[in-house]
């Protein structure tokens, strides 16, 4: 049988075998472990509570961990640098055939919407469940729509430049203000109320760096797509 | 009822994603992926982390399966 | 049987054998597949096995998600923020790294014409 000869049984059966074995120990090592750990996160939450802000993923990652955030910034942009320059063309593509009408007319219907939800998901990522990343992406996705189905619409390249630059530059300035200001790198310089938690303008500097995280990543992941998508040789 | 539903998700991502690897058309496998990602987020909603299922949704797939997919393009494959 | 499967211990079970399994599958099609762009799949899945296992280690049926409300102040019984915050850095940082790794087996197409990794023997001898 044909079937015989596609899957490699002596290698599926190694796999197995090690597999079998490695969960039986990991099980063992794990059945030691008590059901509630006091960890750091109880004392980040009991923290949390003074900087006013509800959602306590978004204090984790843009204030107690706002490094990091700054390192993956970086190493995102790197990423989209080198993609940029290794699909390198001289010819300009040319797409010969015209996209459906259905297509067109929804695409076009389509892009304000996903649009307001991308900004509505990063503006109140401190409130509720959301936040920088996830609304970036969503609005590079909006970009992805309009790239797929019309052939001429590009976007152009100084606006990315321009946003990209801005949002990176403002991300270390506010750094910076906050080690004049309070000593630390990052600090909370802005009011930041207990009392106000809930409402939209509460926590101080931490919506503010999230809509910055926001601006930049959606504006890398439209060029990292505008880059595989515009730059072939013939589609 | 909440370990029956994991189990029976855990089980249907583990048969996807070995279909997705053992397939011989490209373009089935990078469905079959976004078939994962999918279960992955239904997961992360049990577990009680919002955030990172949101994350999961819109990155595995929109972005993975583009960049998958123009990479098919590129490479000359029949899609 | 419902009552069996929701003990805390027979769900951490379930979750370690369900990720791992998951891993040996990206695993074995790392190591056996001959395409390219199918090994960077494989790399896909198995970074997803690891996503799950981390944040099905803090599962508790009691907790609730970690967002403060006017009704929900208690923070005794609230889920871990800080292995959310981690798992969110590394997804995008592995989606960013596999876009290189794909330009880069674009461009090496591009120069020789080989897909398949039996062929790719330009630095032997």
């Known amino acids: 049988m044909s079937l015989k000869r596609d899957l490699p049984t002596s290698t599926m059966s190694g796999f197995a075998l090690s597999g079998i074995l490695v969960l039986t120990l990991l099980n063992i090592l794990l059945q030691n472990m008590p059901n509630s750990i006091q960890t750091a996160g109880n004392e980040l939450l009991k923290l949390n509570a003074n900087e006013g802000v509800a959602n306590a993923v978004t204090a984790v990652v843009v204030y107690f961990r706002g490094f990091d955030t700054l390192g993956e910034i970086a190493v995102l942009f790197i990423a989209s640098l080198g993609l940029g320059l290794m699909l390198n063309s001289n010819t300009k593509c040319d797409i010969k055939a015209e996209s459906n009408f259905m297509l067109q007319t929804a695409s076009r219907l389509l892009f304000p919407i996903i649009l307001l939800f991308g900004i509505y998901v990063m503006i109140y990522g401190h409130l509720s469940p959301g936040g920088g990343f996830q609304g970036g992406v969503i609005i590079a996705s909006a970009v992805l729509l309009l790239l797929i189905s019309h052939k001429e619409f590009e976007v152009p390249h100084a606006v990315i430049i321009a946003l990209e630059t801005f949002a990176g530059v403002s991300y270390v300035l506010i750094g910076l203000v906050g080690l004049l200001v309070l000593d630390t790198f990052l600090g909370n310089f802005l009011p930041h109320d207990i009392s106000q938690m809930g409402l939209l303008l509460s926590g101080g500097i931490i919506p503010l760096i999230y809509i910055i995280v926001g601006i930049k990543v959606g504006s890398e992941m439209s060029m990292i797509a505008q880059n595989l998508i515009k730059r072939s040789n013939d589609v | 009822m909440i370990g029956f539903i994991i189990l029976v998700t855990f089980i249907g991502i583990v048969i996807v994603a070995f279909s997705a690897v053992i397939q011989k058309k490209l373009a089935d496998s990078v469905i079959l992926l976004m078939g994962v990602g999918l279960g992955s987020v239904v997961l992360f909603f049990i577990f009680k982390a919002p955030d990172v299922a949101l994350t999961e949704a819109v990155i595995g797939s929109g972005i993975s399966s583009l960049i998958f997919l123009m990479a098919l393009k590129h490479l000359d494959e029949k899609v | ?125």
């Open chain 3, 1 to 125: 049987m419902f009552e069996f499967l929701n003990q805390p211990e027979v769900i951490k079970i379930i979750v370690t054998i369900g990720s791992m399994a998951l891993f040996f599958v990206g695993l074995f099609g790392l190591l056996t597949r001959k395409h390219i762009i199918k090994i960077f799949m494989s790399i896909a899945i198995m970074e997803s096995s690891l996503f799950l296992f981390f944040i099905g280690l803090t599962f508790n049926t009691n907790f609730i998600a970690p967002i403060l409300d006017n009704t929900h102040v208690n923070i005794s019984n609230m889920n871990d923020p800080i292995p959310h915050a981690m798992i969110l850095t590394a997804i995008v940082i592995g989606m960013a790294v596999l876009a290189l790794g794909v330009s880069f087996a674009i461009e090496y197409y591009k120069l020789t014409g080989k897909t398949n990794i039996d062929e790719m023997n330009e630095m032997k001898h």
